[in-house]
């Protein structure tokens, strides 16, 4: 592959797991609110079993644990380093590494397996999402569900550093649901002005936002940019923004 491809682009970023980008996914508002909004529906959705398609962290895990106690959790992640420190971390799940870029194999020990698949903020680092929707298909059985969150807007230049590949409105992501095997339930958008907002400012000067708020440890001055963004959110648009949520069904 490419040093180009989105796969190699993606391990590079995401397998270092900088300080920043530790700090980044437990406290800046919009990860934050991603895993609110997860929490909430996957809880109305009450399913006894769950795989988290691009676990990273396990952070989002981690939240529906808490929630799901007694439900079969598992992961999978492309990266291996990440995938191994959740396993010795959260011993009350299971994790596989997998590129869900690639067709899972066959036979797969995970087929058909899980009611719910959770994807956050992964479909946009794919060359090619139809793949992740693809493997989502095989891990659920029937009639279960899969729930995703992207981006919609423009691709900016900070995320392009962090491997993002395009970005979907309401409309190109139910379509592409539909035409890959699912039943478009639920696709709104959120975040409208604030999480909009923090976008356009975090691009003013790309290169810097990055090095404040994905390299470093955050320190005064961006735990205090934290906060006050995690409740400027709280006025958000449910129905407007550059935050994309979907559920969709198995059939």
């Known amino acids: 592959m490419s040093g180009n491809d989105s796969t190699s682009v993606n391990r590079e970023y995401y397998e270092r797991m900088s300080p920043g980008q530790r700090d980044y996914w437990s406290k800046m508002a919009a990860p934050v609110h991603r895993v609110e909004t997860f929490v909430a529906e996957v809880k ?3 399913p006894g079993s ?3 398609m691009g676990c990273g962290n396990g952070i989002l895990l981690g939240a529906l644990h808490a929630v799901l106690p007694s439900a079969e959790l598992a992961g999978l992640d492309l990266a291996r380093p990440l995938v191994e420190e959740n396993a010795r971390l959260m011993p009350w799940a299971k994790f596989l590494a ?5 067709p899972f194999e066959t036979p797969f020990e995970w ?3 899980f009611d719910l698949a959770t994807a956050s ?3 946009e680092h794919l060359d090619q999402p139809e793949r992740l929707l693809e493997n989502a298909r095989r891990l659920l059985k029937s009639g279960g569900r899969l729930m995703l969150s992207t981006q919609s807007g423009p691709v900016r230049e900070t995320e392009q550093l ?3 590949r395009r970005h979907f409105s309401a409309e190109q992501m139910k379509t592409l649901l539909e035409n890959n095997g699912f039943v478009a339930e639920r696709v709104w958008n959120t975040g409208f002005p604030f999480h909009d907002l923090s976008k356009w400012y975090a691009n003013l000067e790309p290169e810097k936002s990055m090095d404040e708020f994905g390299e470093r440890a955050y320190g005064l001055k961006q735990n205090a940019v934290c906060a006050a963004l995690r409740l400027a959110f709280r006025f958000n648009s449910n129905g407007r ?3 994309l949520f979907a559920i969709a069904r198995r059939p």
Do not use: K
């Open 111 to 113: 087929e058909a397996r």
């Open 121 to 123: 903020e992964v479909i």
């Open 44 to 46: 109305q959705l009450a």
């Open 50 to 52: 769950l795989v988290d």
């Open 98 to 102: 997998r590129n869900l870029q690639e």
């Open 162 to 164: 962090v491997g993002h």
């Open 241 to 243: 923004g550059a935050q």
